[in-house]
Nanobody, 124 residues
Framework: QVPLVESGGRLVQTGGSLRLSCAAS????????LGWFRQAPGHERDFVAV???????DYADSVSGRFTISTNDAKNTGYLQMNNLNPGDTAMYYC??????????????????WGQGTQVTVSS
């Protein structure tokens, strides 16, 4: 497994926007669903969003309407556009490739190729 590389996280004020990137040097997003998860200190890794090989998407209720997941197969890069950020979005963000059955799931255990993550901090 070649780990993915997340980038784009930084400190931002409440109401601000960020775009996270997820670069793959091996597997293609045309072969796997891509998921974004986040983990705050002392908490489990939580589902944020996922996009299937065919472009269908699913979002956690807490980010629906504010976050948008996408992929650029030509660049083998995935993205998470995050708008109207609030302090509750502060966490380390990770992307992973889906290895389970069907289109995708919300379970982090069904994903692999995790990278080091990228830190998003939203100040109030």
């Amino acid at each position: 497994q070649v780990p993915l590389v997340e980038s784009g996280g930084r400190l931002v004020q409440t109401g601000g926007s960020l775009r996270l990137s997820c670069a793959a040097s091996g597997p293609s997003f045309s072969d796997h669903a891509l998921g974004w998860f986040r983990q705050a200190p002392g908490h489990e890794r939580d589902f944020v969003a996922v996009i299937s090989r065919y472009g269908s998407t699913d979002y956690a209720d807490s980010v629906s309407g504010r976050f948008t997941i996408s992929t650029n197969d030509a660049k083998n890069t995935g993205y998470l556009q995050m708008n109207n950020l609030n302090p509750g979005d502060t966490a380390m963000y990770y992307c992973g490739l889906y290895q389970g059955p069907g289109r995708f799931s919300r379970q982090p255990g069904d994903f692999d190729s995790w990278g080091q993550g990228t830190q998003v901090t939203v100040s109030s």
